[in-house]
């Protein structure tokens, strides 16, 4: 069963940096594009940055410049560094990952999942 779990949140003074990481396990055969979201009581999940297997890299404009997105395909792990934080940065921060798994006799089955979130808090 795939399970994606965040780490790395916490709470940081505005300007500060923290890195948050995104493991992937169970059953993996290909993990393709990655993403991070977030989200604020009351408002829409919104994306913060995506990477392709690849590497290619999309950005949210309120994270350029700030915040850089990476992944380590040997270890089936994504990462988000984010730098001079912002309160509006607070947030819950989720990880996401489009995944195939292989289930024996040719079977190959491509799904997206999300992990638990974790939050981020800027403040002073």
């Known amino acids: 069963q795939v399970q994606l779990v965040e780490s790395g949140g916490g709470l940081v003074q505005p300007g500060g940096s923290l890195r948050l990481s995104c493991a992937a396990s169970?059953?993996?055969?290909?993990?393709?594009?990655m993403g991070w979201y977030r989200q604020v009581p009351g408002k829409q999940r919104e994306m913060v940055a995506t990477?392709?297997?690849?590497?290619?890299?999309n950005y949210a404009d309120s994270a350029k410049g700030r915040f850089t997105i990476s992944r380590d395909n040997t270890k089936n792990t994504g990462y988000l560094q984010m730098n001079s934080l912002k309160p509006e940065d607070t947030a819950v921060y989720y990880c996401?990952?489009?995944?195939?798994?292989?289930?024996?006799?040719?079977?190959?089955?491509?799904?997206?999942?999300w992990g638990q979130g974790t939050q981020v808090t800027v403040s002073s």
């Open positions: 990477i392709t297997r690849g590497g290619n890299t």
């Open positions: 169970g059953g993996i055969f290909s993990l393709n594009a």
């Open positions: 996401t990952a489009g995944v195939t798994t292989y289930s024996g006799g040719g079977d190959y089955y491509a799904d997206d999942y």
